[in-house]
């Protein structure tokens, strides 16, 4: 009889040992996952402010748009696809996300001419000039 609550007890205390080495790792999980998303908000919005700075001015054509399901500050982000047509050079695509208002929605539909400014040395990283003016 000894015997069996001695196993009773050591069964809970592995129980209780299995539930905190549980909830310790779901905690590891979400700090991680925080210092990621950190750090990529961060590294984008060094990169919008460089592609500020030395960007290339162009117009472009929304080809798609489309909502990411994430949310920043209550506004929801966004996947926009355009083609863009450089002063000098072939039309080329590019995709960008970015966080828009709904009324900013609303205006920017497929086929919509916009204009962004494009990394010279990498032409997929663009942004919305009206988008980039809020960095500042």
């Not at 748009?65 to 000098?88: H, S, W």
Request: glycine share 4%; net charge positive; proline share 3%.
């Amino acid at each position: 009889m000894l015997y069996l609550f001695y196993n009773t007890k050591h069964i809970k205390a592995v129980e209780s040992n299995n539930r905190a080495i549980g909830a310790t790792i779901i905690l590891i999980c979400m700090i991680a996952f925080w210092i990621v998303s950190s750090i990529r908000k961060r590294i984008r919005n060094e990169r919008k402010k460089r592609i500020l700075k030395g960007g290339v001015e162009a117009n472009a054509t929304v080809l798609n748009i489309k909502p990411t399901g994430e949310y920043l500050n209550n506004l929801p982000e966004f996947q926009v696809r355009v083609q863009i047509k450089p002063q000098a050079g072939e039309y080329f695509e590019a995709e960008m996300t970015e966080v828009l208002s709904y009324s900013k929605y609303d205006s920017i539909r497929q086929g919509s001419q916009v204009l962004v400014k494009y990394d010279p040395e990498y032409y997929t990283r663009v942004i919305f000039l009206q988008m980039a003016e809020t960095l500042i």
